[in-house]
Structures are given as C-alpha cells and as structure tokens.
Antibody
Framework: QLQLQESGPGLVKPSETLSLTCTVSGGSISSSSYYWGWIRQPPGKGLEWIGSIYYSGSTYYNPSLKSRVTISVDTSKNQFSLKLSSVTAADTAVYYC???????????????????WGRGTLVTVSS | SSELTQDPAVSVALGQTVRITCQGDSLRSYYASWYQQKPGQAPVLVIYGKNNRPSGIPDRFSGSSSGNTASLTITGAQAEDEADYYCNSRDSSGNLNWVFGGGTKLTVL
C-alpha cells in the first residue's frame, strides 16, 4: 500500500527558505498517470494548492506562489521536495504532500484529483 | 479569494440527506473532486470525476454537476460524516492550475 510521509524542519525564521521532503513508499514515484503535489493549510483555514510535479521533472505552480516556489523530484530516492523562499508568518501552515492522479476519458478530457495524502507536517515561521 | 465558492457551514439531521455545493466558472468545463477532513487529520478523497467513489468510501456519498455548480450529496448522513468538506478543480485560466473551495463545515444534528 502506497504511503507518503513529509519531513523537514518544524520552525523556520522569517526571510529564510522552507524546505520539505516527501518520501513515497510502497510504490514507485516514476509511475505514469501520477503527478505529486504539495498542499498547505494555515491553522484554522482552508486548503491551498502549492504545486505539482511529474517524475520527469515537469512542474505546475500556483501563480500566487510561483515566484517563491521550487518543487523537485529525486526518482532514485523515491522522493519529491518543496522549497519556499522568503517566508513570512503567513506561510505558517500544515504542509501536505499528495499523489495527484490524472485519468483520461473521452477525447482530450481528463480528471485530476489528489487520491492519497501524507499526514502533514506543521511548519511555523517565527524568529 | 478562492475561485470556487462554498457555503461556510451546513447542518443536517441524523439520517437525512444533505447537499454541499461548490460554485465557480471553471466547473462549466471541469469536474470537481471532493475531500472530507476531520479535525487533526489529513483530507480524504470522497468523490472524483463525474461521480466516482474511491474504494472504501460509503455509497451514501455521491457527486453531481450542473452549469457552474458541483454538488456533493450525502444520503442518510451519519454522525461520522461530521467534518469539513472541500471541493477542488482546475481554475478558469485554462492552464494547469488547481484551486480549492473555502470549505464547508458539516454538522450532523
């Protein structure tokens, strides 16, 4: 059974770079039809998609975060990572990694959905 | 602000039917997916595509779509269905960007 696990520092100072890694176990990160995504949730608030990556390295980022976000993949370690630069208190959140699945139907139509999630890790931005 | 709009809170009597809605222009072109989140837990996918349930999701959960509105219906709500529910879909830009609705807190009375 495939599982995802986030890891990284729980405390980051303002203006520094937040770095998290998601380790995929029980399956290959190089499977077709799957992207791998990051989603965050500030305390008491809703979900926000950060970005998604394919095992080839192709990425899609939330336009509102694009200037500060880098998502990368290491297929040899079955991991993908998130870097968010110049953080502020507003970036304090639970960060989730998830499998972003795409299924094709009809002609040139697709369903995208996050079908498996990690447990999440709280990152606090504070001096 | 989110491009997908949800009612902040909805309540339902135990055993009754409740519909949770999600509105947005992009829903005219793309299906929504729905997630259930209980306190302190990660979200769980409950509906995707036209009306598909992942393995393990009870058949009291169903999805539908009309115009710019996607709906999640729980037929015969149970106490364990009390949770936050989020919709998710591509945004209206036409690019591969995804947005979540603001979430709906479901209370089972």
């Amino acid at each position: 059974q495939l599982q995802l696990q986030e890891s990284g520092p729980g405390l980051v100072k303002p203006s520094e770079t937040l770095s998290l890694t998601c380790t995929v176990s029980g399956g290959s990160i190089s499977s077709s039809s799957y992207y791998w995504g990051w989603i965050r949730q500030p305390p008491g608030k809703g979900l926000e998609w950060i970005g998604s990556i394919y095992y080839s390295g192709s990425t899609y980022y939330n336009p509102s975060l694009k200037s500060r976000v880098t998502i990368s993949v290491d297929t040899s370690k079955n991991q993908f990572s998130l870097k968010l630069s110049s953080v502020t208190a507003a970036d304090t959140a639970v960060y989730y990694c998830a499998r972003h699945r795409v299924t094709i139907f009809g002609v040139a139509h697709s369903n995208w959905y996050f079908d498996l999630w990690g447990r999440g890790t709280l990152v606090t931005v504070s001096s | 602000s989110s491009e997908l709009t949800q009612d902040p809170a909805v309540s339902v009597a135990l055993g009754q039917t409740v519909r949770i809605t999600c509105q947005g222009d992009s829903l005219r072109s793309y299906y929504a997916s729905w997630y259930q989140q209980k306190p302190g837990q990660a979200p769980v996918l409950v509906i995707y595509g036209k009306n598909n349930r992942p393995s393990g999701i009870p058949d009291r959960f169903s999805g539908s779509s009309s115009g710019n509105t996607a709906s999640l219906t729980i037929t015969g709500a149970q106490a364990e269905d009390e949770a936050d529910y989020y919709c998710n879909s591509r945004d209206s830009s036409g690019n591969l960007n995804w947005v979540f609705g603001g979430g709906t807190k479901l209370t089972v009375l």
